[in-house]
């Protein structure tokens, strides 16, 4: 699994735990000893809530709640590279550190195609061989390498609307 897959799959993940898992708990009766895993179908008690017919949430629904999420702001952190990729006017909404990794999320009202442009470029202006950008469904995909050292930027289009965070990116670089 490549390293933007394994963001993905993180950034898909984590965003369905915000959105579902908060209210979602587990049935007392499949927990413990694991008794209650032998019972027969009569012996199994009622669930706490009654089954819904909800709809998942829409593509469109989790796009506002990581617009929401992308308002929350932070510094940027003086263990950041710095030959990491910065766009303009942008602070990170959330910052993750494992090993020598940091990856942040930034989010700009600019159009994306914009924002891969510009991020490639600087990635190339501070040193990066930067590999051809790939593009997937909802943006760009832009990997570099330096010194042993890797980054992966993912710049995703959530809105047409012009909202105030229409574009994510998310930078994973190594320190």
Not at 16 to 26: A, D, E, H, K, T
Not at 31 to 38: E, K, L, T, V
Not at 113 to 122: C, G, P, W
Not at 156 to 175: C, F, K, N, P, W
Request: hydrophobic share 35%; charged share 20%.
């Amino acid at each position: 699994m490549t390293m933007f897959s394994r963001m993905i799959v993180v950034f898909a993940g984590v965003s369905l735990c915000v959105l579902i898992g908060v209210g979602c708990g587990g049935d007392e009766a499949t927990q413990g000893d694991g008794a209650a895993a032998n019972q027969t179908e009569t012996e199994r008690p009622a669930y706490k809530a009654p089954p819904t017919n909800e709809m998942p949430p829409m593509a469109s629904d989790i796009a506002v709640t990581i617009q929401e999420e992308l308002k929350v702001k932070q510094e940027l952190p003086d263990y950041y590279p710095e030959d990491g990729p910065l766009y303009p006017d942008t602070l990170p909404s959330n910052i993750r550190v494992k090993g020598s990794k940091v990856t942040m999320g930034f989010g700009t009202a600019d159009p994306a195609d914009q924002v891969a442009d510009y991020l490639e470029s600087d990635l190339q202006s501070k040193g990066w061989t930067v590999l051809p950008v790939q593009e997937v469904p909802t943006g760009s995909v832009i990997q570099g390498s330096k010194d042993g050292r890797n980054v992966t930027v993912l710049v995703s289009h959530l809105s047409e609307s012009g909202d105030e965070y229409a574009t994510m990116i998310m930078v994973s670089v190594q320190r």
